[in-house]
């Protein structure tokens, strides 16, 4: 178990050093101005926020209908799930909401690939949807081994009664890929800076990446708890992701010495759209589904 907490640790603190170096090597440097402003920032929230809910309640969803394709009868929460009736094969569909949001995830990412020339505001939401289906779903495999307690540990603990060093591979191959997938996130989301910014200033990279990223899941974390609650301890999830991701981002800003622009319209203007379908969302999670839905 030791050899997981200390890749946990890595994965927690690592950004934290990367960015205490990555200030004392570019402390001389400046940023010019009109990198980005509170329009980036805003629409990034905006889908980052609706991002996470859609994944989560998908999440939520697939378990559900995993439970019910069982015979149980299962009820849908804005924030969980519940059930009745045994069966089997019930801890095997524990993990069945987490391998959904991956596989949707991977799928998002693929729309993305073909999104790559768009300007739209589509784009960024479906890479910030592909975002929240890894983000969400690798941790649980890490979190798995050390609380089998959890959906997917008895999945793989209860149910296929994985070996402690296979479950420990898997645990250290998730923590590790949610390491690199953050910083090919980095990369993704540069893609997005207005034609006119001198990218080869890695300040302006930082500046760039602190709007639309590391601001914008600030924000968006902020605008996800009315999603959550009640109870209040649910609000503490969206900022439990952001940790595991964020940062890594961030950090790893410079990475990419060669990024592929294309300008996107989410530094031009504010998207009320995306806005309206936030309120909208939270209504259908609030007046619906924290009551619960029965399948």
């Keep these: 178990m030791i050899i997981v907490q200390i890749f946990f640790a890595i994965l927690l603190l690592g950004p934290i050093l990367w960015g205490v170096r990555n200030w004392a090597k570019y402390k001389k440097a400046s940023a010019p101005e009109g990198i980005a402003n509170y329009t980036t920032m805003i629409n990034s929230s905006v889908l980052y926020a609706i991002a996470f809910n859609l994944i ?26 519940n059930w009745e009736g045994e069966h089997l094969m019930t801890l095997l569909m524990q993990g069945s909401g987490a391998l959904a949001i991956f596989l949707i995830g991977l799928i998002c990412l693929a729309i993305f690939h073909f999104l790559k020339n768009s300007k739209s505001i589509l784009k960024l939401f479906v890479l910030w949807l592909a975002f929240h289906g890894l983000v969400q779903s690798l941790p649980q495999v890490a979190v798995a081994y ?12 209860g149910y296929l009664n994985l070996s402690q060093p296979l479950h420990i591979i898997l645990a250290l191959s998730s923590i590790i890929a949610i390491a690199m997938v953050n910083i090919w996130f980095s990369r993704q989301l540069l893609e997005f800076v207005s034609n006119d910014v001198d990218l080869n200033n890695p300040k302006a990279k930082f500046m760039y990446i602190r709007f639309i990223a590391v601001g914008a899941a600030i924000i968006g974390s902020l605008l996800i708890v009315p999603f959550r609650i009640p109870p209040i301890g649910q609000a503490i999830t969206p900022f439990i992701i952001f940790v595991f991701s964020i940062p890594w981002i961030w950090a790893s800003a410079t990475v990419s010495k060669h990024i592929r622009r294309t300008s996107n319209r989410i530094n031009e203007n ?26």
């Design 270 to 295: 504010i998207y009320w759209s995306p806005i309206v379908f936030l309120v909208l969302l939270l209504i259908f999670f609030q007046l619906v589904l924290a009551p619960g839905v029965e399948f």
């Design 56 to 81: 989560f309640f998908l999440q939520e969803l697939f378990l559900v209908l995993g439970k019910k394709a069982l015979g149980l009868e299962a009820i849908l929460y804005h924030n969980n799930h």
């Design 146 to 157: 050390l609380d089998p307690s959890t959906d997917v540990g008895e999945a793989l603990v």
